[in-house]
């Protein structure tokens, strides 16, 4: 994804996450999280257009669950997506999370 696409200023961090698609259930890290999307690094195989679940672990230790289409991807290494649909309780504990990692 290029900046210039992003609605959203993205945020340096890692978490763990786990995310299922078509090819299966794979473990993976986070990284450039927003409320738009984010970049999960991870060798499981998708497609561009691929609908994705997956759960990032938050710093409290609890799990969010959220959806995202793939935008594009960098094989054997990680992929770039969009999330899909945010209830407002998961885009408000998105919304803490970044802000708590902005500020340090």
Request: charge should be positive; hydrophobic fraction near 35%.
């Amino acid at each position: 994804m290029t900046d210039e696409r992003r609605r959203d200023e993205r945020v340096r961090l890692a978490l763990e996450a786990r995310w299922t698609g078509l090819s299966g259930q794979h473990t993976a890290r986070v990284y450039d999280l927003s409320l738009s999307g984010c970049y999960i690094e991870s060798p499981g195989q998708v497609s561009a257009g691929e609908r994705v679940v997956f759960q990032i672990k938050l710093p409290d230790e609890s799990w969010l669950v959220l959806h995202g289409r793939i935008v594009h991807s960098d094989p054997h290494i990680g992929f770039g997506l969009r999330f899909l649909e945010l209830a407002p309780p998961t885009r408000r504990r998105l919304a803490e999370t970044l802000a708590r990692a902005k500020n340090g």
